[in-house]
């Protein structure tokens, strides 16, 4: 849902701020020193709990988009 709002107006949002990691979006990405990391989705393999602390560890603020990533629990 947040890339595709993204995905229309991503040009202009660039002006505004700095994208570090939108892997969709974006072929350089930054995982490091982000000030908010936005995570959308349900974490369902070790590979995706190890990336999450990742991005925990280098985020400031994170803030989750959606019941499955705020719960856990399926949509």
């Known amino acids: 849902m947040f890339t595709e709002l993204l995905n229309d107006h991503f040009d202009e949002w660039t002006k505004l701020v700095e994208f570090k990691h939108v892997r969709v979006l974006q072929s350089h990405n930054a995982l490091e020193d982000i000030d908010?990391?936005?995570v959308e989705g349900?974490?369902?393999s070790d590979?995706?709990?190890k990336e999450v602390k990742?991005?925990?560890s280098v985020a400031?603020?994170?803030v989750t988009?959606?019941?499955c990533a705020t719960t856990?629990?399926?949509s």
């Open 36 to 38: 908010v990391a936005f």
């Open 42 to 44: 349900a974490i369902t």
């Open 47 to 49: 590979t995706e709990e």
């Open 54 to 56: 990742k991005i925990r």
């Open 60 to 62: 400031k603020r994170v």
């Open 65 to 67: 988009i959606g019941s």
């Open 72 to 74: 856990g629990l399926p």
